[in-house]
């Protein structure tokens, strides 16, 4: 397939039409306008879209984005657009990482460089990676799939298909939220492919094939249950929605700007390590840009979709299944409920297990330099095996 250089231009109809309707926004009358208690808060809201109204330069932002080496290319008749960025050393060793939602090609922009030219960055060039950061089918800039039911594990199928074009026979591959899934449905499919796996979130539907006796769950995996269960009641309604009924969700999200900032914002705000100040780790400028690229793709109820197609093909091991490139977690304090090591170790070759001091859902985007301190790491040693 060919691939062909993508710079970023969205059509000035576009804007002027998001323009027209950032300007006519109807607001909801909750009784106190600046909680979040029960979802997005009003004051901030209203901040936001007027500053996306008359302070947002997005094609300044545009500009920014298109300094990043990006392309589009076909993996079996689906469109994907992604960055490739060569790296700078020795060695460079191949990594695909993928995002997640609410996130989008973008939260993994800081770790670019660091992973590709470490000397540039005081670290050392034997650490070099090739970077490639795919954009999820229907999110961003790679359009929305024709098939209907594209899952996680058939995203891995696309990327190892992607990294084959790129000319890449083994790599390593690095994801969290939506991409920790899609990564390791690549380990667990093409283990001869993957020289190893890093993940910053343990995919939600992960779960062992559980037997009797010594398989019982132990102390730590219940209690890690109780708070899964917990945070679900209070927090899982997004996801229960999104697997179950995400169509009727895109006709909200797909006609108002102000209805997709909120529903994306609220989770920026629940799942970093903010302490309830989204701002502290997310200017409004970056909010706002990543709003607008899922705004511009078109493509809204393709990303909500993939949560449907996922809740049908859930990550369930077989009596006995392992998977065989070794794992590395990087463990963010703010993160979602994370299961213990043992849980995890019953299917994975758990070679690294690291808590970090700061950082939350958005690892790439908040810590970037705690995470690629970590991947360089788990990635040295491995660094011997053979890549082509």
Not at 193 to 215: E, K, Q, T
Request: proline fraction near 9%; aromatic fraction near 12%.
């Amino acid at each position: 397939m060919t691939i062909t250089p993508f710079r970023i231009a969205v059509p000035d109809e576009a804007i002027a039409d998001l323009a027209a309707r950032l300007d006519r926004v109807r607001w909801p009358a909750p009784h106190d306008a600046a909680s979040w208690e029960a979802g997005a808060s009003l004051a901030f809201m209203q901040r936001l879209v007027e500053r996306w109204r008359t302070g947002f330069d997005w094609r300044a932002h545009e500009a920014e984005m298109n300094r990043l080496p990006q392309f589009m290319t076909k993996v079996d008749g689906v469109q994907i657009h992604f960055v490739h960025q060569r790296g700078v050393g020795p060695s460079p060793m191949p990594l695909i990482l993928t995002h997640g939602w609410p996130g989008s090609f973008v939260e993994l922009e800081r770790v670019i460089p660091l992973l590709a030219d470490p000397g540039a960055y005081g670290g050392d060039p034997r650490d070099a990676f090739d970077v490639v950061v795919p954009s999820l089918p229907g999110y961003g800039f790679s359009p929305a799939p024709q098939q209907e039911g594209l899952n996680s594990e058939g995203i891995a199928r696309l990327w190892r298909g992607l990294m084959a074009q790129l000319g890449y026979a083994r790599f390593a591959a690095q994801g969290g939220d939506i991409g920790a899934g899609v990564s390791t449905w690549l380990a667990r499919r093409f283990p001869d492919d993957v020289i190893g796996l890093h993940l910053n979130y343990i995919p939600g539907g992960y779960r062992p094939s559980m037997g009797h006796g010594a398989d019982a769950l132990t102390g730590a995996e219940q209690r890690f249950f109780d708070r899964a269960a917990a945070w679900s009641a209070e927090e899982g309604a997004y996801a229960a929605l999104q697997s179950t009924r995400p169509q009727t969700l895109a006709f909200a999200l797909t006609d108002s700007p102000a209805g997709l900032a909120a529903w994306l914002v609220e989770k920026f705000r629940a799942w970093s390590d903010c302490d309830g100040d989204v701002e502290r780790v997310f200017p409004l400028e970056e909010l706002i840009r990543n709003i607008a690229i899922y705004w511009f793709s078109g493509s809204l109820h393709a990303s909500l979709g993939l949560y449907r197609a996922n809740r049908a093909n859930p990550l369930v091991f077989a009596p006995g299944e392992r998977v065989t490139p070794p794992l590395a977690m990087a463990l963010f304090p703010r993160e979602l409920p994370t299961p213990p090591r043992s849980w995890v170790e019953r299917v994975f070759d758990v070679q690294r297990w690291t808590p970090m001091p700061l950082g939350g859902h958005f690892a790439a985007a908040e810590q970037p330099e705690l995470l690629t301190q970590d991947i360089r790491a788990f990635f040295r040693p491995l660094r011997d095996r053979p890549l082509r």
